[in-house]
């Protein structure tokens, strides 16, 4: 089946959030800068501390030759808004002050930094360079609590499968969600501070990277491709909405001036490392890879700039189902010659502990004898059947359609009804896939253009394009925490997730600026059970057999986002306002949930299971009862 619908989201509202700031007079600025970009302000004094109006501040990405220009006015103030995250050359020249550089300002991703800038009176033609190691930035006003991992932690920090978005593991107030990453109905995998999973939101180059059915991450950017990447885990502004948890804003790497590549691989084998302590197999497969490439220049030199991306995961290994579930079922029982009139000596075989100590309860007791043997004839056919779906005892009863005498075979003792053995209903103990393949394809292409159109306007464009494929899924859909899945209860997971996003920022004037963005994405995805139509049963707190209910899930969404934000300085405040509006349709959607044929194995209570014997009446079934009862 499919279904449509739209989803339409705007959110308004950031002109006069700082009303109260403004009646005290003081310096104010947004909880958080910008999504992707960063602002600069601060006040330009003289050798005494007194204000220096109508001077010239330029801020030079000394990476791409991008450059901003303003005039602080008439009580100092100077303001650059929405400048990309890098380093910066600040330069500021005044009348009958020598000309300041100061090399280079690190601007970092969502920061709302302060600079203030001393100048020294002399000619314009002295300059007095003072380097970056000795300015301090700060950020006096800010509300929002966020944290910037830079480059030298990307490029150092150990992260499993190199995942952009595990960088956020690294705080002390994120931890991994209880939901699972992957699966039917997968989260960002993200607990930030104390809300689940669903309740983060993620961004790249400002643009929303949510699955809107569930509210999960989707598939970003390769690690190599990330310039900045911000945590923000609470007092984030309205600009960064539809969270109740975190904000995690990623910026992707863009050319410089300069030709940069790399090119790399990893490898994990089983020949370099210890023999997982849970196989029950000698020699597992284990085998990941990753290998890619990036490269970065110019086009044109100060104007415009590329980046591409690639990067590629695989994955072979074994996965293990360690679940003795046939472990109580190979006990045996030995009733001696003469032990009961009429009976020869005879083995039962594939019973429990529980049942033999049963069983000799019921033989020790002269009245209860012959339910013992009834007893051990039913315990040990059933342990059979459910081993290897065949019962190897002989029909007692002709009510069942099987010719008195005639072995039962692979039918069902009551009933008759052959034993379903296949690979959708039934699968005998015996026959449960020990040991797996799991294993994974992963594509993560990303390429980026920037454009300098003039020193008052910036042009981005950014495409990518991820495939990933992944086998033996240990789904937890259930919130399944004992027990381990069967082969046949794991998933297959298979999307594609295409994006283009793009977006300009201009300085209308020295205290208006404005950001445009525009974004689409496509996500194409699917789970499947391993075996899609078998019969699921589980036996509690042991094993998870049989299909994975929440199965099967196709889904198309696609998102077609437009943000724009208008920033206006006035003197010592700051204004914003702006729209963000979202279309999102699900072009189509399959998610059904299989309930029917799930079978729960608990305890039965042997003495229950005696009486039922289909051979007694219902008059010698209540003796046995009371019987039972009394001893």
């Known amino acids: 089946m499919t279904s449509a619908g739209i989803r339409y989201s705007v959110l308004l509202v950031k002109s006069l959030i700082l009303a109260a700031c403004l009646l005290l007079g003081s310096i104010s600025t947004m909880a958080q800068a910008q999504v992707a970009a960063a602002d600069l302000r601060g006040t330009v004094v003289d050798p005494n501390g007194a204000v220096v109006p109508g001077a010239t501040i330029t801020a030079r990405n000394i990476a791409t030759g991008i450059s901003r220009t303003t005039t602080s006015g008439d009580d100092g103030l100077y303001t650059l808004v929405a400048l990309p995250p890098g380093e910066y050359e600040i330069t500021v020249e005044a009348a009958t002050f020598k000309k300041v550089t100061i090399s280079p300002v690190r601007l970092t991703v969502g920061q709302a930094a302060e600079l203030r800038i001393p100048m020294e ?23 929002a609590v966020a944290t910037t991992i830079d480059q030298t932690k990307i490029q150092s920090l150990p992260i499993n499968q190199r995942d952009a978005v595990g960088f956020a593991l690294t705080l002390s107030t994120v ?90 691989g990893y490898i994990r084998d089983k020949r370099i490392q210890a023999r997982n302590a849970f196989s029950p197999i000698e020699d597992p497969d284990y085998r990941r890879t990753q290998w890619g490439f990036a490269l970065g220049g110019p086009i044109a030199r100060d104007r415009t700039h590329f980046f591409i991306n690639y990067e590629r995961r695989q994955r072979d290994e074994s996965g293990f189902f ?136 910036q042009l981005y464009l950014r495409l990518g394009y991820n495939t990933g494929f992944l086998t033996g899924i240990q789904v937890e859909s259930q919130n399944q925490s004992l027990g381990q899945n069967d082969f046949s ?95 999102i349709t699900i072009a189509r959607a399959r998610f059904e949930l299989n309930f029917a044929g799930l079978f729960n194995f608990g305890e039965f209570g042997t003495a229950s299971l005696a009486c039922a014997n289909p051979a007694f009446t219902p008059a010698q079934q209540a003796t046995c009862a009371q019987t039972l009862s009394a001893s």
């Open 121 to 143: 009176v002399g000619a314009a033609s002295a300059e007095v360079t003072i380097t970056g190691d000795a300015v301090e930035l700060i950020e006096t006003s800010k509300t």
């Open 175 to 264: 931890g991994r969600d209880n939901g699972r990453p992957i699966g039917p109905a997968p989260t960002s995998g993200l607990n930030i501070g104390g809300q689940r999973g669903r309740s983060t939101q993620v961004n790249v180059d400002g643009a929303d990277f949510t699955d809107n059915s569930i509210n999960a991450a989707r598939s970003t950017v390769s690690m190599e491709a990330v310039q900045e990447y911000q945590i923000a885990t609470n007092s984030y502004t309205a600009e960064f909405g539809r969270a109740t948890g975190g904000v995690i804003n990623v910026v992707t790497k863009r050319g410089t001036n300069d030709f940069h590549g790399s090119v790399f």
């Open 322 to 457: 360690t679940s003795d579930v046939a472990a109580g079922l190979t006990g045996t029982f030995t009733l001696p010659a003469g032990a009961i009139p009429g009976f020869p000596a005879q083995t039962f075989s594939n019973i429990t502990p529980a049942q033999a100590a049963f069983a000799g309860q019921l033989l020790g007791n002269a009245q209860t004898a012959q339910l013992g043997v009834g007893y051990l004839y039913l315990a040990s056919g059933g342990g059979s059947t459910a081993l290897t779906g065949s019962n190897p005892l002989r029909n007692t009863s002709s009510s069942n359609g099987i010719p008195l005498g005639t072995p039962i075979g692979s039918r069902f003792f009551l009933t008759g009804t052959p034993v379903p053995i296949s690979d959708i209903a039934f699968r005998p103990l015996n026959d449960l896939q020990r040991v797996f393949p799991v294993t994974e394809r992963a594509n993560y292409s990303t390429a980026r253009l920037d454009h300098n159109i003039d020193e008052n306007n």
């Open 489 to 583: 209860r794991t998933g297959i997971t298979d999307y594609k997730d295409t994006s283009f996003a793009t977006g300009l920022n201009s300085a209308i004037s020295i205290n208006l600026a404005n950001e445009l963005r525009f974004s689409w994405g496509k996500r194409q995805t699917s789970f499947r059970s391993q075996n899609g139509d078998a019969v699921a049963y589980n036996i509690s707190g042991t094993a998870f057999i049989g299909r994975e209910l929440f199965s099967p899930v196709d889904r198309t969404e696609d998102r077609i986002q437009i943000m724009d934000n208008l920033t206006w300085v006035a003197g010592n405040h700051t204004f914003k306002t702006g729209v963000d509006l979202n279309w």
